[in-house]
């Protein structure tokens, strides 16, 4: 996913007034768009806060500004990021690498599974959570198109594709991946590729799943959960997110189930439990130890229809 937005963002920076700002991360790899545009990478060095202020003060100057850093990195300047941009609004786009758990092995100071409920809580922010390198490529531009604050949820590299290379990208447009009237599974992210797994090892048990990929978490497309539950009537609702379940994609459905729909429908969030991961190790193995591999998402998915 980093090589696809790198890609993205190298076209985009055409445009002049693009500005690229790196905490000290990523200079080497941010290499095209530097030898493209001299003097419009600007490495501010570990200073988060400082660097959010420059992207605030960028972009009341009219620039669009990309502010690339290790995702958990970006809490640091949290204060600046809600009082600096969002609440005046101005058009900066953070670029989250390493999301989830991407950086296993580095334990939890680079772990980013608090990141949705962060940004969620921030008024006019737009969240953008691609699951592959064609969807991130096509994420980019769209977040640079997208007037006001948006956080792109990126993953790290090696990421295979999903979607093949017809794939149209719209911001809030659910993308259903796989038809099916029993399980429905709303995921994003990473966390994609192992929920059509599951949904896989539940079609050799005769379940019928469909599999939704929600790229835009928010503004959120809540007229899909509708659909699901009027019209394709599906008998159970699954999320499954590489973040804390607290606050998340899967609190964002739950709140729409609860607040605006008059339904009686079996729903479950599958996700990171209220807690620290402190185990280190490469992404497969993470995901089994907390329960994110698509054997245990089939799993609990199960388990959840026969308790119905």
């Known amino acids: 996913m980093r090589n696809a937005f790198i890609k993205a963002l190298t076209e985009i920076g055409k445009d002049e007034s693009v500005v690229l700002l790196i905490n000290d991360t990523g200079q080497f790899i941010l290499r095209d768009f530097d030898t493209h545009y001299p003097g419009r990478l600007i490495n501010i060095g570990i200073a988060e806060q400082n660097m959010i202020g420059l992207a605030a003060g960028l972009a009341a100057s009219g620039k669009t500004v990309f502010v690339y850093g290790i995702a958990s990195f970006l809490f640091r300047a949290y204060e600046q990021i809600k009082v600096d941009v969002c609440y005046p609004n101005l058009n900066v786009k953070f670029v989250g690498v ?24 921030l008024p006019n922010m737009t969240i953008i959570s691609p699951c592959d390198p064609i969807e991130t490529e096509q994420a980019t531009v769209a977040a640079y198109h997208h007037p006001g604050p948006v956080y792109l949820r990126l993953g790290l590299a090696g990421e295979s594709n999903i979607h093949s290379s017809d794939y149209k990208f719209e911001l809030s447009r659910p993308d259903i991946l796989k038809n099916g009237n029993t399980i429905a599974f709303i995921t994003t992210g990473r966390m994609v590729q192992p929920t059509l ?55 964002t459905v739950a709140e729409h189930l ?20 402190t185990v280190y190790g490469s992404w497969p193995y993470l995901q089994d130890k907390l329960g994110l591999s698509a054997q245990h998402i089939a799993q609990k998915a199960s388990e959840l229809l026969e308790g119905t």
């Open 98 to 121: 390493g999301a989830g758990l991407a950086y296993g092995t580095m334990g939890i100071t680079h772990h980013a599974t608090e990141d949705i409920a962060l940004f969620r809580a």
């Open 197 to 251: 797994l599951a949904a896989e090892i539940l079609e050799k048990r005769n379940f019928s799943t469909m599999v939704v990929n929600i790229h835009t978490i928010k503004p959120f497309p809540a007229f899909f959960i509708d659909h699901l539950v009027y019209s394709v009537i599906v008998a159970v609702i699954v999320t499954v997110e590489e973040h804390n379940t607290i606050g998340g994609l899967g609190s």
């Open 258 to 277: 609860t607040d605006h729909l008059d339904c009686d429908i079996a729903f479950r969030r599958i996700g990171i439990e209220d807690q620290f991961c």
